[in-house]
């Protein structure tokens, strides 16, 4: 498209009838300028001319161009202005430019017009395809929907005028996914084609959808996208068991609670659309036999429910329901949704162990009954179809004392005399044993004791009565009562009698109170604690039984001293009568002064003990892992108070008897023969010292605390000799010091020492042998 535009200030223009008409006087006169967009020729598109009426053509004139894409998209020539577009335009990114067009003196760039502006505007083509923005797109539907449901709505967007041509202008097709869906074509609404679409055949469905602009004529541009559409779950499926009869079998040794089997009906619907509920409908064993539900599994578990017995009965039927819990009313009229099973359970025999015929047993004996006596009979038997014969025992845990014995025919007899009094009850245990089998029962076995009168009546209180010296004659001074330990009839009671020696004392007497009671009354007054403090009343008890026992009892009176409103003061034969000046804190500090002077006396004892005590070595301890360092010297010879010699001298240490006080003797030995008092009067301490390292080495009642410990042994693989100074002086030393008059003069001294000591040794020997 060529437009060229021109510019006049004054033009005439003839009309139809050769009238000449007048315009108004314009700098510009123009139309909107257009360009195709997308243009791919060799040369720059014209895209208008820009003339003005003070133009005459002598080149005087430029033109000048200012904007939008001026002098890079748009050039204009300033000697013709024709507007050229130098690349290519692109609708799209851009759909119009402002531009601005002045003409000015070529010589001095003076405007000569005023500057305007124009519109170039980019004409649009059909170069882009229609895209779906928001795809692949998800879909659900669910199953079973009627024609022509809706699913969902796909949009596609497309980036050409729609405002010019068809361009822009969609229409929706289906590709893929007939004849089960279809797509409206001007709104892209995808809708179910086809009735009755089962999930459970069929879940998924790919469809694919076609734009296309141009209205969809020939040439038009088209995008596509994918619809993923799943159908959901409706509850169109009654459930169903896999089988009509199952069989099942349980041991009639099961307890309840266990199970018996499972079963279980399939639904190919999901979720609560395919929840089972299951039922026990019918049969005998509806009374022995439960269902429940396992929550996981979704399985129907059959438990017992009570014992079942193979000898009784062998086999048991139940019908069993399974349905659905939701159903959809749209699918009433497929029903009905719940299947039915039959179940044929079997009881199995087991190895049981024997009943007893009753759950337990309550006898009675009589006490003290003689050995042997018969308690009763317990009886069990095999429920088995063998009926094994049964043996019986009680188990010693439940009759520790062994009162009872039991026969092979279960009679339970006693062992020994029964007391009430010391047992009343007896529980014991009888375990029934089937021969030849490990297979037992056991019962429990109340035996009571019954009560025989074997037990005298005793007084309630032993505590003595306390009677005032002043007591008036005929007043009541204690009422008593009396205990029995055997069982009293409610018509039984206690009589009381003075014992028939005292029945006819002058001092006191008896009323039976006939209510198990006896009242105590005095006959005389003038007691006197000074002449007789205490008074002995025998009493005699019956119980009325059968037989009936009797007993003695004293009851202890003692005289006291009261004051004039009877309130006793002392009941002491001569009681101890404080002084009269003697003051409550006075006592306090005379104890108090007295408790200091024994923790004195103690304190003092203990310190002297604790000096007197030798310093011992304890049985467990081994003396040689003891190292005692002794840093001060003895003062030799004219140290006197190093050792005491008069402790040698002491006659009673002589003898071998002087106490030891780090021990306790045990044992007492006799004087050795020919010890006396001249050696203990003898003042030859080596003697004395000899006969106390035997008498110490000989004693064995006590480690040798006391006694001389020789080491002479330094252990394997010692390269040093013995150290002990005590063995050197009382063996003799083979040693040689000869090789110490080679080491010099520094070891002179020694070598002196040692060799003088050997020679004078010897010197003596020889005199000795001369």
């Known amino acids: 498209m060529h437009c060229s535009h021109s510019l006049h200030k004054h033009r005439q223009r003839t009309g139809k009838e050769g009238q000449v008409l007048h315009r108004s006087k314009r700098g510009w006169v123009w139309n909107q300028f257009f360009v195709i967009e997308e243009y791919t020729g060799p040369d720059p598109v014209l895209v208008g001319r820009l003339h003005s009426d003070v133009d005459s053509g002598d080149g005087n004139i430029k033109y000048i161009l200012s904007g939008e894409g001026a002098g890079t998209i748009f050039v204009i020539d300033d000697r013709t202005g024709n507007i050229h577009a130098t690349k290519t335009l692109d609708r799209e990114e851009q759909a119009q430019y402002t531009l601005t067009a002045q003409a000015v003196a070529r010589d001095t760039n003076k405007p000569l017009e005023p500057p305007s502006e124009f519109i170039v505007k980019v004409q649009d083509i059909n170069d882009n395809p229609p895209e779906f923005l928001h795809g692949p797109y998800h879909a659900r539907v669910p199953e079973m929907s009627n024609v022509g449901t809706s699913v969902i709505q796909v949009t596609a967007t497309d980036a050409d005028d729609p405002t010019y041509g068809n361009s822009a202008r969609l ?116 009374n022995v036999f439960e269902l429940t539900t396992d929550s996981e599994t979704r399985e129907a578990v059959i438990k017992l429910k009570k014992h079942v017995d193979y000898e009784t009965k062998r086999g048991y039927s139940l019908k069993v329901e399974g349905s659905n819990p939701h159903i959809d009313s749209r699918f009433l ?170 029945a006819h004392n002058q001092n006191f007497s008896l009323t039976d109170s006939r209510d198990s009671t006896a009242s105590i009354y005095v006959l005389r007054k003038g007691f006197s604690r000074l002449t007789q403090d205490v008074y002995f009343l025998p009493i005699e008890i019956n119980d009325n039984g059968f037989p009936p026992m009797s007993s003695t009892n004293t009851l202890t009176i003692r005289v006291c001293s009261c004051d004039s409103k009877d309130t006793i003061l002392s009941c002491n034969v001569e009681p101890y009568v404080l002084p009269a000046g003697l003051s409550t804190g006075a006592l306090i500090a005379i104890l108090a002064c007295i408790v200091i002077l024994l923790a004195i006396v103690v304190l003092f004892v203990a310190l002297r003990r604790q000096k007197k005590e030798p310093l011992i070595v304890f049985e467990e301890e081994d003396i040689r892992e003891n190292i005692i360092t002794y840093d001060d010297e003895g003062g030799g010879e004219e140290d006197t108070e190093a050792f005491d010699i008069a402790t040698l001298q002491n006659p009673d240490g002589a003898n071998g008897f002087l106490p030891r006080k780090d021990i306790k003797p045990e044992l007492q030995f006799p004087l050795r023969p020919g010890m006396g008092r001249s050696e203990a009067n003898s003042v030859d301490v080596d003697d004395f010292i000899k006969t106390r390292i035997a008498d110490a080495d000989s004693d064995p009642t006590a480690p040798p605390y006391d ?64």
């Not at 799943?230 to 307890?255: I, R």
């Not at 013995?722 to 000869?738: A, M, N, P, Q």
């Not at 002196?752 to 000795?768: A, F, H, M, Q, R």
């Open 707 to 770: 006694s001389i410990q020789i080491y002479g042994y330094e252990g394997r693989g010692s390269l040093a000799g013995s150290l002990s100074s005590l063995e050197s002086v009382t063996t003799e030393s083979d040693l040689d010091y000869d090789y110490l008059q080679s080491w010099g003069p520094r070891f002179k001294k020694l070598a002196d020492l040692y060799g003088t000591k050997d020679c004078s040794i010897n010197d003596v020997d020889d005199n000795e042998d001369s």
């Open 171 to 286: 229409v929706y097709s289906i590709l893929q996914g007939q004849p089960y869906f279809s797509v409206e074509p001007q709104t892209g609404i995808i809708r179910t084609a086809l009735p009755n679409m089962d999930r459970e055949a069929r879940q998924e469905y790919d469809v694919v959808i076609q734009a296309k602009d141009m209205g969809g004529h020939m040439g038009g541009l088209s995008g596509t996208t994918e619809v993923r559409i799943t159908l959901t779950d409706v509850n169109d499926n009654p459930p169903k068991f896999p089988q009509s009869v199952y069989t099942m079998s349980v041991s009639e040794d099961k307890v309840p609670g266990e199970e018996v089997g499972r079963l279980k009906a399939k639904d190919l619907d999901l979720g609560e659309n395919g929840l089972v509920a299951y039922r026990l409908i019918d049969g005998d064993g509806m």
């Open 333 to 502: 009229t497929w029903g009905p949704y719940k299947d039915e099973a039959t179940i044929k359970i079997s009881v199995e025999d087991a190895d049981e162990p024997p009943v007893f015929i009753a759950p337990s047993y309550t006898y009675e004996v009589e006490e003290n009954a003689p050995a042997g006596a018969v308690v009763g009979r317990v009886h069990a038997k095999d429920t088995d179809a063998a009926n094994n014969p049964v043996s019986y025992m009680i188990p010693r845990y439940t009759d520790l004392e062994k009162f009872f014995s039991i026969s092979e025919d279960g009679l339970i007899t006693t062992t020994k005399p029964l007391d009430r009094e010391t047992q009343a009850w007896h529980n014991i245990s009888v375990s029934a044993i089937e021969i030849g089998h490990h297979q037992d029962a056991k019962v429990r076995v109340n035996i009571k004791v019954k009560d025989v009168n074997d037990n005298p009546p005793e007084l309630a209180s032993n505590n003595e009565v306390l009677m005032c010296e002043t007591v008036s004659p005929g007043k009541v001074i204690e009422t008593v009562s009396a205990l029995d330990k055997d069982e009293m009839d409610h018509r039984q009671h206690f009589s009381f009698s003075l014992a028939p020696e005292v």
